[in-house]
């Protein structure tokens, strides 16, 4: 279930995310969409503040498999846990696939996410 606290990513285009809570509780729904996952580097000083960690795009239902392989490559090496997580989806109702992997490539070499690498 999606939230109303959003964020937005992008430098040359920018690109509204909202926000689905804590990746431990969120569930998938069928949904084209770019997202992304973050965490907090500072959570005392700066609890507003996210670091992406990984874009991806799809159905969102079809992505639980990458999400998961991308959290165990790169997360545990920072973290240990798979806690701490948060996703924020940019929905693209109608889209094609050229169109979330656009967005998606530019978010990336704008940011340069560590699970993307």
Same mark, same amino acid.
């Given at each position: ?6 964020? %937005?990513?992008? @430098? ?6 909202? %926000? +689905?809570? /804590? #990746? /431990? +509780?969120?569930? *998938? %729904?069928?949904?084209?969409? !770019?997202? +992304? $996952?973050?965490? @907090?580097?500072? *959570?005392?000083?700066?609890? @507003?503040?996210?670091?992406? #960690? ?5 159905? #969102? ?5 990458? $999400? /998961?392989?991308? $959290? =165990? ?21 109608? %889209?094609? =696939?050229?169109?979330? !992997? @656009?967005?998606?490539?530019? #978010?990336? +070499? /704008? ?7």
């Amino acid at each position: 279930m999606m939230t109303t606290a959003g964020i %937005s990513l992008g @430098k040359r285009q920018s690109y509204s995310f909202v %926000s +689905a809570g /804590e #990746l /431990e +509780a969120w569930s *998938p %729904s069928q949904l084209p969409a !770019v997202y +992304a $996952i973050t965490f @907090k580097k500072d *959570p005392e000083m700066r609890p @507003k503040s996210h670091t992406v #960690l990984f874009f991806g795009e799809g159905d #969102l239902s079809q992505q639980v498999g990458i $999400i /998961e392989q991308c $959290i =165990r490559n790169w997360w545990p090496v920072h973290n240990g846990k798979a806690t701490g997580l948060y996703m924020f989806i940019h929905p693209m109702p109608g %889209s094609t =696939r050229w169109d979330r !992997v @656009k967005v998606q490539s530019q #978010l990336i +070499a /704008e940011y340069d996410p560590q699970g993307n690498q």
